[in-house]
Each structure stands twice: as C-alpha cells, then as structure tokens.
C-alpha cells in the first residue's frame, strides 16, 4: 500500500504546473472519453498509456499518494476512470487551495507571502487596482495613444495625397 504524502505548499511554480497539468489530463480525458462510449473494453494504443501513466505520475504529486508508479489500465473504460479520478483529486485540491477575492473579482491561489496569483484556467475577468484603469499612469498613456494614432491617421492621408 503506498504511504500517503503531504502535497507541496502553493508557490507561483506549482500552481502553473498545476494549471498545466490540469489541461493536459483534461485533454487526455476527453479524448478517452469519446471511445469509452462506444467501445469500453477496446485496448488503448502503448503510446497513449505511456502519456496517461506520466500525467497519473504527475498529479501523484498534488494528490499525495506516495512514491509509486502508476499503471494505466489497458482498456479505455479503465483509463476513463483512472483519469476521472485523477481529475476530481486535481480540483479538489485547488478548492482547498483558492479562494474568491472579491475585490479581484476571481479566484486566487492561497501563495503565502506573494501577491495575488489568480486560477488562470478559469480565465480570470479582473476588476481591480491590478486593472489598467487603476494605475495613476494610465490617463498619460491613453492620451499617447490617442495621439500616436492621430498622427498615424495624418501619415497615412498624407501618403494617399501625394
């Protein structure tokens, strides 16, 4: 039986592999996912089980479950649980590992000591001081854009005029 681990803490590092990891095995999922339902039983190419038993040994990691090598199972069905599984452990750790900020307007990383690290993959709509419109610089850039672009105009008629 393997001995169970403590999970890394949360630094900008692990939450970005994470998020990495996250998608991949998602991508993985879905693609199982599709033949699962016609054909549970039919075997899964060596090249697939070689990407699912690395993702698997990846999220061990986050999931704390030792030191052991995953197997992946030989049928998609097996592999669609193993994956499912791997998944709900994956969210369930950045549940216990976020919370809402509500002044963000999004879910962040717990990173202690660090500055707000938001859930990337949630695709994060920030409405804050870290938004553009907060910084005391932003009317000054603005405005050298809008005048950047006035004198493009006028490059441009005047390129058409000659």
Same mark, same amino acid.
């Given at each position: 039986?393997?001995r169970?681990?403590?999970p890394?803490r949360v630094t900008? =590092?692990?939450?970005?592999r994470?998020?990495?990891l996250w998608?991949?095995?998602t &991508? +993985?999922h879905a693609?199982? !996912?599709?033949? /699962?339902?016609r054909r549970p ?7 697939t089980?070689?990407?699912?038993e690395a993702?698997l040994r990846d ?7 030792g030191d052991?090598l995953?197997? =992946?199972?030989p049928?998609?069905?097996?592999l669609?649980?193993?994956?499912g599984? &791997? +998944?709900?452990?994956?969210d !369930?750790?950045? /549940?216990g590992n976020?919370?809402w900020r509500?002044?963000?307007n ?6 202690v ?17 870290? =938004?553009?419109?907060a910084?005391?610089d ?5 405005a050298?854009m +809008? ?8 490059r441009?008629?005047?390129f058409?005029?000659r």
């Amino acid at each position: 039986m393997p001995r169970s681990k403590t999970p890394p803490r949360v630094t900008h =590092a692990t939450a970005a592999r994470h998020e990495a990891l996250w998608l991949r095995l998602t &991508a +993985l999922h879905a693609q199982i !996912a599709a033949v /699962a339902a016609r054909r549970p039983q039919a075997p899964v190419s060596a090249g697939t089980i070689s990407v699912a038993e690395a993702l698997l040994r990846d999220a061990q990691v986050f999931l704390g479950l030792g030191d052991s090598l995953p197997m =992946a199972a030989p049928d998609h069905g097996g592999l669609l649980t193993q994956l499912g599984r &791997a +998944l709900a452990g994956l969210d !369930a750790r950045e /549940a216990g590992n976020a919370e809402w900020r509500g002044e963000l307007n999004a879910f962040v990383w717990k990173v202690v000591g660090d500055p707000a690290l938001p859930v990337q993959r949630l695709r994060p709509k920030l409405s804050a001081a870290t =938004a553009p419109h907060a910084d005391p610089d932003y009317a000054a850039y603005k405005a050298r854009m +809008l005048d950047l672009r006035a004198k493009l105009a006028k490059r441009i008629e005047q390129f058409h005029n000659r």
